[in-house]
């Protein structure tokens, strides 16, 4: 065999190189090709343009415009868009539309980030001890998200209410409540496939702490799953709290929510329509966004699902 | 058999637990339930008198005990606000919650299977795409305000439906649609992705070898395949539909369990809302079972075990 | 070599020349398309199988066995690979130009395939009987009853055990290699002239392989058919084979009768191959790999595909690929065939 190797000639060292550059730009590939996927996706640029405009609006609008979102003017009710200096026109009260969409998207953000960073983290600390650690703190964490998870949000936000009386506190908790269930099910299930993978075993057998292990080699790999699945239950949220808020629920007056805006409006939709309209379509637009980004971010971490034909060709 | 006897058993313990959550939930308020039923007015004594003949001193897992006693001897008792008795108010409402939520569910599957379907069969045609948009807007689209935006629509602009109100094949479309609506494009997108894989299988790939019609082979194992992870998310939809029941009878006035469970939570009728929570998480419940029977029936695999 | 002494059953009637062929495939070209590029993965494959005979095919995965196969079919996964030039011809008829329709009949009727892996290839929701029954009724005018005694009869045929009570079975109740009987039974139900087996045993224990194999080849024999085997084991292609074509990144490098390619291998891909098998009267030091890897399609070398791990490579290899020539019942694609020597 050594043969060979004395005798290479011209061309097969040519032809080493060759390969050699083409298997570097294939190594590189993997990383550029995702972030070429991060620009070129379409859903995700979409998504995070409207997002951007909505949120921007959210928190920049109140700089310019002031934030008195309950300042009332009896004389200047129901006013359409682009009348008298009121950009959107005004509400029942004569309170400012834009001002007030600008404080609800805030609320509705807000609201969405909390019920989402409890989910993501109570869920992901849930599903990493369930599916890793096994035995009964699995059989807890699955029977707890089983239970959880059948059933519907609207109706455990209502219970809550009926208990902690109306707000967002009840709100934030029975979205983050199911959001936990939802969150801990897909993680318990990465990490019940991670666990018997070599590195895993590995670190066990060279006698790596439990929490290190969770820490250090678990936690990067369900981060990516469970981030594409936290947004899609960041939209969840939005309309979640803007249905009860909707009927009554959910954020109280004077405190403008998205979903108490499009109540107010409900009994004026023939005088002018736009008081509810506005506030609809930027809930809309905030969860069309969000939903965009989760199916951009799929694309880009989640080649299983994008890739229809898979298990084509072998032999 | 054996699983659907283990379900039947989880589903008894889940609806214990239910149960007693609801209980624990309702009950956070403490003392505030005479709060509705007496007027400002009333004087300390005589709510103390009041809580005394509800059995609101009583230690609380007595109180569940003797509650839920009450119930299953069939007299759940009263309404705060206008002492109905609950057994007739559940026979009303619950008929209209029946015809409202049955038509949304029906909607979800009748439509949402075959226009998944069309997308799968078109795949990447301007079908395909037009369909996988409208499913990803109308997800986006929050019920209250389509809700809204269809009573405005519908009923004032072209004025062919009425807004609101009970209880005629009129009254019941826009809210039925309104239910269904994101079950439909949850439904459409699952039932696509489902048809895929199915279609790109090695049993379908064996079924062309066999020399069975594309036609044949879709119509019979690619969708029978394919309808079994549909199934076992009939579960989810129906908690969804009784979820956005309360909603949606809410805006358009329709008197159904979900309108009258919202109601009592904020005129705080404890009673009402206490009983008609328990009511449809039950409803919620064994949904999940019949579901999950139906998804036993729908898969061989867990149909006989050997 | 031991190999061909090693047969299962006796080698018994050797194809003659005057065997009349039943499949030809012609200067195959198949491509595939992904993410915007294509490149050629089976390039110019010629081949024959008779009546009553076993062609082996034999190569490394990736090197265009399977789609080649799946091409005869007419099963290339859609929208991915296809067929860009070339014939293949069945008792006349040029499948690639025939009608999806007339295609269909052609299949489990004519020819039939059998997969890889039993596990995945059956419907998991209907029962084995029912979907025998409905590949025979496709084909065939017959009553159920009439189905169910064909079914049947391919099942005991396929040595499936206690064949008439398994027709009730749904796959997951079976074994692999009971769906693999399975599999057979559905590719044999209605007598196709030529069988086509994709790796018919990888995918199974090996106590098992040996009895599938058999069977197979009883079938092919009983029935005169000619069959086409996928194989990269070349102990199955000792066991059953009567002719053998070996490929190299798509393309056939050598094709001879089992006997003369195993006593005389000439390519030295197939040295190689041969080499690389353990034998057991060699001590574990001597286990040998060919050098280098499979070039990839997209970056395929200037001349000989094999040059890059030639151990007798000239510099006229590294400039021309070789034509494959056929030189009395063998062919050889080869600039520089020198003699066999075992190490």
């Known amino acids: 065999m050594t043969g060979i190797e004395n005798s290479r000639s011209s061309h097969a060292l040519a032809w080493d190189e060759r390969v050699a550059a083409y298997e570097e730009e294939v190594r590189a590939n993997p990383w550029r090709k995702r972030l070429r996927e991060f620009t070129r996706n379409k859903l995700l640029f979409t998504g995070s343009l409207l997002g951007i405009a909505i949120v921007g609006l959210g928190l920049l609008g109140p700089l310019f415009l002031g934030s008195d979102y309950a300042g009332q003017s009896l004389r200047n009710t129901h006013l359409p868009p682009f009348t008298d200096g009121y950009f959107l026109g005004t509400d029942q009260y004569g309170r400012d539309l834009l001002v007030r969409l600008c404080i609800g998207i805030r609320v509705s953000l807000l609201v969405a980030a909390a019920i989402t960073s409890i989910a993501l983290v109570v869920g992901m600390v849930m599903g990493m001890c369930g599916g890793f650690l096994g035995g009964y703190v699995d059989r807890v964490v699955r029977s707890v998200t089983d239970f959880v998870w059948g059933f519907p949000l609207i109706l455990v936000a209502v219970l809550l209410a009926g208990g902690l009386g109306q707000g967002l506190l009840p709100v934030i908790l029975a979205v983050g409540i199911v959001n936990i269930a939802a969150i801990t099910r897909v993680v318990r299930g990465e990490v019940v496939v991670l666990r018997t993978k070599e590195f895993v075993e590995a670190a066990r057998a060279s006698g790596v702490s439990n929490f290190r292990i969770m820490w250090r080699h678990l936690l990067p790999n369900v981060m990516a799953p469970a981030l594409v699945l936290a947004s899609y239950y960041v939209a969840v949220a939005i309309i979640a709290e803007a249905g009860l808020s909707f009927i009554g629920l959910g954020a109280q007056p004077p405190l403008p929510s998205l979903g108490k805006m499009v109540a107010d409006g409900r009994g004026f939709l023939r005088l002018n329509h736009w008081e509810s309209t506005v506030p609809g379509i930027g809930i809309a637009g905030l969860v069309l966004s969000v939903s965009l980004i989760g199916d951009g971010l799929r694309d880009v971490f989640d080649p299983q699902l994008r890739h229809e034909a898979k298990g084509v060709e072998k032999g | ?306 | 070599m031991s190999f061909v002494e090693s047969k299962i059953g006796p080698g018994e009637s050797a194809p003659g020349p005057e065997k009349t062929p039943v499949l030809e495939i012609e200067d195959l070209r198949i491509s595939i398309a992904s993410a915007g590029s294509s490149f050629e993965v089976v390039k110019g494959v010629s081949l024959t199988v008779c009546e009553n005979e076993i062609v082996c095919l034999v190569g490394e995965s990736g090197c265009g066995k399977s789609m080649t196969a799946l091409s005869v079919m007419g099963l290339l996964p859609r929208g991915v690979a296809r067929v860009t030039e070339g014939k293949i011809n069945y008792e006349g008829l040029d499948l690639l130009s025939l009608q999806s329709r007339e295609l269909r009949r052609l299949r489990a009727e004519s020819i039939s395939m059998i997969f890889q892996d039993p596990i995945t290839s059956l419907d998991p929701v209907f029962t084995i009987g029912s979907v025998l029954q409905e590949v025979v009724r496709s084909h065939r005018n017959v009553s159920r009853a009439e189905a169910k005694e064909i079914a049947v009869r391919a099942l005991v045929q396929a040595e499936l055990p206690d064949a008439a009570d398994r027709l009730d079975s749904y796959p997951h109740q079976l074994s692999g290699g009971m769906r693999q009987r399975v599999m057979i039974a559905l590719a044999i139900a209605l007598d196709p002239r030529v069988l086509i087996a994709d790796e018919p045993t990888t995918a199974l224990d090996v106590t098992v392989q040996a009895q599938i194999l058999e069977n197979l080849r009883a079938r092919q024999r009983e029935r005169e058919m000619g069959m086409l085997l996928i194989t990269h084991d070349l102990a199955v292609v000792a066991s059953v084979a009567d002719r053998v074509a070996v490929m190299y990144a798509g393309e056939i490098v050598e094709e001879a009768p089992v006997e003369e390619l195993f006593a005389d291998p000439q390519h030295p891909y197939t040295q190689g191959l041969l080499r690389a098998l353990p034998d057991i009267s060699v001590s574990r030091a001597g286990l040998y790999s060919i050098p280098g890897r499979v070039p990839s399609p997209q970056t395929p070398p200037p001349g000989c595909l094999f040059a890059p791990r030639c151990e007798h490579v000239l510099d006229s290899c590294w400039e021309g690929n070789p034509e494959l020539k056929r030189e009395a019942n063998r062919s050889l694609r080869c600039f520089n065939p020198q003699p066999f020597e075992v190490r």
């Not at chain 2, 809580?51 to 609380?60: V, W």
């Open chain 2, 1 to 306: 058999m054996k699983h659907t006897a283990s379900r039947l058993v989880y589903t008894v313990i889940v609806l214990f637990v239910s149960s007693v959550a609801v209980f624990y939930a309702i009950r956070l308020s403490g003392g505030d339930a005479t709060a509705a039923a007496l007027p400002g007015s009333a004087t300390e004594e005589f709510r103390e008198e009041f809580r005394d003949r509800l059995g609101l001193n009583e230690p609380i897992y007595q109180q569940y005990f003797t509650y839920m006693g009450r119930i299953l001897s069939g007299d759940p008792g009263n309404s705060l606000t206008n002492n109905k008795a609950l057994t007739t108010m559940l026979s009303e409402h619950g008929r209209n919650s029946l015809i409202l939520g049955g038509t949304a569910f029906g909607l979800v599957f009748l439509v949402g299977v075959p226009l998944g379907i069309v997308a799968s069969l078109r795949r990447n045609s301007w079908a395909d795409q037009g369909i996988m948009s409208m499913s990803t807007v109308a997800m986006a689209v929050p019920n209250f305000w389509l809700a809204l935006l269809a009573v405005w629509l519908f009923a004032s602009r072209l004025g062919w439906l009425p807004s609101a109100g009970c209880c005629g094949p009129k009254h019941l479309i826009l809210p039925a649609v309104v239910l269904a609506f994101e079950g439909i494009a949850l439904t459409v997108r699952m039932t696509r992705s489902s048809m895929i894989e199915s279609q790109n299988s090695d049993y379908v790939r064996t079924l062309r070898a066999g020399g069975l019609s594309e036609w044949r082979i879709t119509c019979k194992h690619v969708l029978r395949n394919a309808l079994i992870p549909i199934i076992s998310l009939a579960g989810l939809r129906i908690g969804q539909i009784v979820g956005y029941a309360l909603i949606v009878e809410t805006i358009f006035g329709w008197p159904g369990l979900g309108q009258v469970l919202v109601n009592a939570v904020l005129r705080r009728d404890y009673p009402v809302a206490q009983f008609f929570s328990l009511v449809l998480v039950a409803l919620v419940v064994v949904g999940n079972w019949v579901a999950d029977t139906g998804y036993t029936i729908a898969n061989p695999r867990l149909r006989k075990s050997s």
